[in-house]
């Protein structure tokens, strides 16, 4: 896609994004997975907030959770890869060990509006953290090489959020218009919501159409047959 995206540009406030525009601890980072663990992963963790505490997100919570487990099959990883925290202060972000924390405000206030929170984990789940050991044997990289190579993660997030939505009859178009409410915000630097609406439609458009042959073709199959591996490019 013909996107040109500055080479300085962050994404700090990116909603579902990682914060990669600290400083990179190329002096610690050994290698191109821990460079980019760190600038994918590193963020300071939000404050974990105990569910006992919070009933009401407790149940939206577990309401996801149903949706999580639909995703997690959905990439072709171990169900209990992906398990969700709740979170204060973020709105959704990974760790580099899959946990994924939610966060409380953006929870209760999209309780009634499912596809924006199931979008969200989708996105999260889409990082596969544990897959970054892919890189484990490239050579490390600059600055500018690492912000691609953590930009191009992002678009498989949101790719697969798309599809994932897709796969589950939902619309995309609640998250993207997230997105794009969270980009007339205050702070506009982060990743170009029009870039992401471009991205995850994509998803959306070719999984939809994948689904709607499988229903019409194998209805009675459809409902019993694994929908694996939707994550891989
Ligand atoms: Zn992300």
């Not at 579902?16 to 050994?30: C, I, L, N, Q, R």
């Not at 999580?68 to 171990?78: A, E, W």
């Not at 690492?146 to 178009?173: H, I, N, P, V």
């Amino acid at each position: 896609m013909g996107y040109k995206i500055s080479p300085g540009m962050t994404s700090q406030l990116n909603p579902f994004g990682p914060d990669w525009s600290g400083p990179v601890k190329g002096t610690e980072a050994t290698s191109v997975a821990e460079q980019v663990e760190d600038s994918l992963f590193g963020k300071k963790k939000p404050p974990l907030l105990d569910e006992d505490d919070f009933p009401d997100a407790a149940e939206v919570l577990a309401k996801l959770e149903k949706y999580r487990r639909k995703l997690v099959h959905m990439i072709g990883d171990p169900e209990d890869e992906y398990m969700l925290q709740l979170a204060d202060g973020t709105i959704a972000m990974i760790d580099k060990n899959g946990m994924i924390m939610v966060g409380i405000r953006f929870l209760m206030k999209f309780k009634d509006n499912f596809p924006v929170l199931v979008g969200a984990i989708g996105h999260e789940i889409g990082h596969r953290p544990r897959r970054w050991a892919e890189y484990k044997k490239a050579k490390p990289l600059n600055m500018t090489e690492l912000q691609k190579l953590c930009r191009y993660e992002e678009t498989r997030a949101d790719l697969f959020a798309g599809r994932a939505l897709a796969e589950l009859g939902m619309s995309c178009e609640p998250m993207i218009r997230f997105l794009k409410d969270m980009e007339e915000g205050p702070h506009p630097e982060y990743f170009p919501a029009k870039m992401r609406a471009d991205v995850i439609r994509t998803g959306y458009k070719e999984q939809a159409s994948k689904v709607k042959i499988r229903k019409n073709l194998w209805p009675e199959l459809d409902k019993l047959a694994p929908k694996s591996h939707i994550g891989d490019f």
